[in-house]
């Protein structure tokens, strides 16, 4: 079966708040378990030779000043700050583009992450209270989401999209706290003159941004600034990271820039020469948001790099059979294992029971009670930020208990969230539906509802999915996705609806065929001469059009007038018009029951989409009371 990955030549998933960073992530984690691996079996087979190269010194100069750390600080402190960049893109893009766009949303999940927090550190401190561990209570907070979305790819197979979307959502905050306990709990001997010198420096940073400014090197150098301004000032800098992804604004691109970027490359396609490259080249970076910018260059090397090598220098520990009976009793390890596998999952599953039930429904989960669950235990995995906070707050022998902690949260959460999912598998098909996905209202992306009176539609009235399509008659991917279409109109329970978006930039014959096809649908025949159009990409002359006029028994002379005097421009641009409301600037565009649909348009993804959307109407008319 072909996958249909690609819209047009310049237009790809860029207001996907989520689908890329959750394959990125799912991918990624079994790199950095890998990672884990090699960290236990260098530690145990050599550990002299493990310690020591990673405390081999490595010294930057400059002038008469000179940087030195060890090889894992340089991770640790340095590396990672380009990981907490990418988390604060993320978190920015959920605000900007995704579910938290709504900022109601937010509250649930600012109350079940922060719940998610409290709770297990307070279980960790139950243990710890008095003793010498009482002061590591921070590695107890942190769900390493990354991790956490790709074991949940493993463990959770065929669990929809949606429960991904809810864990993040809920512990889109989780990070941002445990860098602020990193910087005002764990940085010791703060010197402010360094600290205000960071200040600073951000402050430009964020006025320059602020102003448009698109010069790289002008942010790299702040950048800089601002992380070896907070490290001489005792604040861990990867602070630095976090706060710099913050400020990046996530957006879809305009069709006007678009548009503008197809002009550059038309004459560097006229003349190519290397003056027009590069200016066809910024014309076409410049349409991406800085937060899409940024996300494209450091997160692939966040997650397949940089983690990793976090993971592999900091998880190697020493295990036998004497040390793991007497670290597996003590209050540190215990603290953090059911601090994490129990304190998580109880916060989650109480926060999304109680909220709903104290707010009258009008703040509910996005998903079921299974999703809900399924969350909260693989919500128990602390390690990357957990990791670090531990190397901060622990030292030598005493860092050990809480890495074993760590890692044996990864086997028990995993295993619990498989269980969830195994139970929620084993209910007939409309208590797994309601119970992975629950009745609570999707946002509405499609800003134009489907009006039978205006809009062209195939398929019955009283069908369950409506499936909302804004294509070019000119369009090579328009005319791929037609068979797809064709496929899914099989379904007798779906209505399909064509709405105009000629993208005559790049397409010049689309505008008129969009108006042909309104003279036909004056005439009662839109979907014979749609069919035609489609089929015929390649012949959209107006004498091909005529002809094919002529071939339905169309009054010619009704038509060629009514596309000489542009009757039907109107129509087409108020289709335009509901397409730019609706973030749509590429074609073709798809709309599954009000919400854009992402990724792939085969048959296989469609279906499964339209079988999701079908799955959620039906628990909710199950759920509304009966006249």
């Known amino acids: 079966m072909t996958h249909y990955l690609q819209r ?15 394959r990125t992530e799912a991918g990624s984690s079994g790199v950095l378990a890998g990672a884990i691996v090699a960290a236990l079996v260098w530690a145990n087979v050599a550990p002299g030779a493990y310690e020591s190269f990673w405390h081999t010194d490595l010294a930057v100069s400059l002038g008469g000043d000179e940087l030195s750390l060890d090889l894992r600080d340089w991770i640790n402190s340095g590396l990672m700050t380009l990981f907490f960049l990418v988390v604060g893109l993320e978190a920015r893009r959920e605000f900007d583009l995704g579910d938290l766009r709504e900022r109601s949303r937010f509250v649930l999940p600012v109350i079940a992450g922060v719940t998610g927090m409290v709770l297990p550190v307070l279980i960790y401190l139950a243990f710890t209270l008095g003793g010498d561990g009482a002061h590591g209570w921070g590695v107890a907070m942190s769900t390493d989401t990354a991790l956490a979305l790709g074991l949940l790819a493993l463990v959770g197979r065929g669990v929809p999209d949606r429960v991904r979307v809810f864990l993040l959502t809920v512990f889109v905050v989780d990070d941002i706290i445990a860098l602020l306990v990193i910087a005002i709990v764990y940085s010791e001997d703060i010197r402010m003159m360094p600290l205000l010198l960071a200040v600073l420096a951000f402050g430009v940073l964020f006025t320059v941004a602020r102003f448009g400014v698109s010069r790289p090197f002008v942010y790299l150098a702040l950048g800089i600034l601002t992380w070896a301004a907070l490290l001489t000032s005792g604040v861990d800098p990867v602070v630095a990271g976090l706060a710099i992804g913050l400020t990046a604004p996530a957006y879809s691109p305009g069709r006007d820039d678009l548009e503008q970027a197809t002009g550059l490359f038309r004459l560097f396609r006229e003349q190519p020469t290397a003056e027009l490259a590069r200016s066809a080249t910024v014309g076409l970076t410049a349409t991406l948001s800085p937060n899409d910018r940024l996300q494209h260059f450091y997160h692939p090397w966040t ?24 670290a597996y009793t003590s209050p540190i390890t215990l603290g953090i294992l059911l601090g994490y596998t129990l304190g998580k999952p109880l916060a989650v599953i109480g926060v999304s029971w109680a909220i709903p039930r104290l707010t009258r429904g009008r703040f509910r989960p996005i998903v079921g009670w299974a999703g809900v669950a399924g969350s909260g235990t693989i919500a128990g ?9 531990a190397t901060l707050a622990f030292d030598g022998p005493e860092l050990v208990e809480p890495k074993l902690g760590l890692l044996s949260t990864v086997v028990v959460a995993s295993v619990l969230t498989w269980l969830v999912f195994r139970a929620a598998a084993l209910l007939s098909p409309p ?11 999707g946002l509405v992306d499609l800003a134009e509802p ?14 369950t999915v409506t499936l909302v399509e804004y294509g070019d008659f000119e369009c090579p991917y328009c005319g791929r996705a037609e068979d797809v279409v064709r496929a899914l109109l099989k379904d007798d329970d779906l209505r399909y609806v064509w709405r105009h978006l000629p993208l005559a930039d790049v397409h010049p014959r689309a505008q008129i065929a969009a108006e042909f096809a309104e003279a036909a649908a004056a005439q009662g025949s839109f979907w014979e001469m749609h069919d035609l159009l489609l089929a015929n990409q390649d012949q959209l002359q107006p004498r091909d059009l005529m002809r094919y006029g002529e071939q339905l028994g169309l009054d010619m002379d009704r038509v060629h007038d009514e596309v000489k005097h542009h009757t039907a421009a109107g129509r087409v641009a108020r289709d335009v018009e509901s397409a730019d409301l609706s973030g749509v600037s590429g074609t073709p565009t798809f709309f599954v029951n009000g919400q854009r ?24 008319r199950a759920g509304q009371p009966t006249g």
């Open 597 to 620: 649909h992402y990724g792939a348009y085969d048959v296989e993804t469609l279906a499964r989409a339209i079988k999701v959307a079908r799955a959620r109407v039906l628990v909710q």
């Open 381 to 389: 995995i602390g390690f990357t930020v957990s990791l670090l906070i």
């Open 450 to 463: 489907v009006d039978p009176e205006h809009d062209h539609v195939r398929g019955p009235a009283t069908a």
């Open 431 to 441: 208590k797994k539906a309601a119970a992975l996905l629950g009745d609570a209202d």
């Open 8 to 22: 047009t030549a310049w237009t790809r998933d860029f207001a996907a708040p989520l689908r890329a960073f959750l």
């Open 303 to 326: 997650s397949y790099l940089i983690v990793p090598l976090f993971g592999l220098a900091n998880a190697g520990i020493p295990i036998h059979l004497d040390f793991l009976g007497e």
